[in-house]
């Protein structure tokens, strides 16, 4: 029961941080607009990354695709972690390092929902006809 508990305050927390950033990035908003010209892939890579993000979301929450939605989740995360490491620096536009502890956190967040669900694994690796 804990564990239970401890999982969906972990879901949670990924879920909440991954979509308070979509509104930033679907309304277009100056600092996301930075980073993605920034990185050259404004306005698609922004859009795309949001998309990818909601579909994390919607699977993370459910508790069959929990598993897919984490490996999104932490696909998305490490090109976040990536491209702060290496092209945007620690901290855009003055926000302190904010995103970059956001995207840190729900790294870890999505690393504990895959390792909670290794047993799934092996089935997501059968290909099934």
């Given at each position: 029961m804990k564990n239970s508990i401890f999982i969906w305050i972990i879901k949670i927390v990924a879920v909440?941080?991954?979509l308070q950033t979509l509104?930033?990035?679907f309304t277009g908003a100056e600092e996301s607009v930075y980073i993605f010209t920034t990185l050259g892939i404004e306005p698609y890579g922004r859009?795309?990354?949001?998309l990818v993000e909601l579909i994390a979301c919607i699977l993370?929450?459910?508790p069959r695709t929990t598993l897919l939605g984490a490996l999104l989740g932490i696909g998305t995360m490490v090109g976040a972690i990536f491209s702060h490491l290496f092209v945007l620096g620690i901290e855009v536009?003055?926000?302190g390092g904010?995103?970059?502890i956001l995207?840190?956190?729900t790294f870890l967040c999505c690393l504990?929902?895959?390792y909670n669900q290794k047993n799934k694994i092996p089935d997501l690796l059968k290909f099934k006809i």
């Open positions: 909440v941080i991954l509104y930033f990035k859009i795309g990354s949001g993370i929450l459910i536009k003055n926000d904010e995103l970059f995207a840190i956190i504990v929902l895959i």
